[in-house]
């Protein structure tokens, strides 16, 4: 169900509009779900298309690792390897630019 954030963001100055079309059966669905919260249908559209939306992001935003690759990934952390003679040179270059 919507959280505190999207209740809040639902008291700021409404400036966008966003529109679209949809069957009765859809609807109505969505009128009586309205009814039982006891909200205005807009104001219910508003907060279940913002949760859905932040939940979307969120799952997007979030790196799933299986049990190996969280393995591998902190072991590289705990134990990286020996940086390259190139890597040294270009740290050494990357330094010389900066310092200087």
């Known amino acids: 169900m919507p959280s ?3 209740q ?4 700021t100055a409404h400036k966008e509009r966003l529109g679209f079309r ?4 859809t609807k109505e669905l969505i009128e009586r779900a309205a ?3 006891s ?3 807009t104001d219910f559209c508003v907060a279940v298309l913002t949760y859905a939306a932040q939940r979307t992001i ?5 790196l799933m690792l299986s049990d ?14 020996q940086a390259s003679e190139r890597l040294e040179r270009a740290l050494a270059e990357h330094k010389r630019r900066i310092i200087s």
């Open 4 to 6: 505190k954030k999207v």
């Open 35 to 37: 009814r039982l919260e």
């Open 39 to 41: 909200r205005k249908l």
């Open 22 to 25: 949809l069957d009765q059966q």
């Open 58 to 62: 969120a799952q997007h935003e979030t």
């Open 68 to 81: 190996l690759d969280r393995q591998v990934f902190f072991d590289t952390l705990m134990r990286p390897p």
């Open 8 to 11: 809040l963001a639902q008291n």
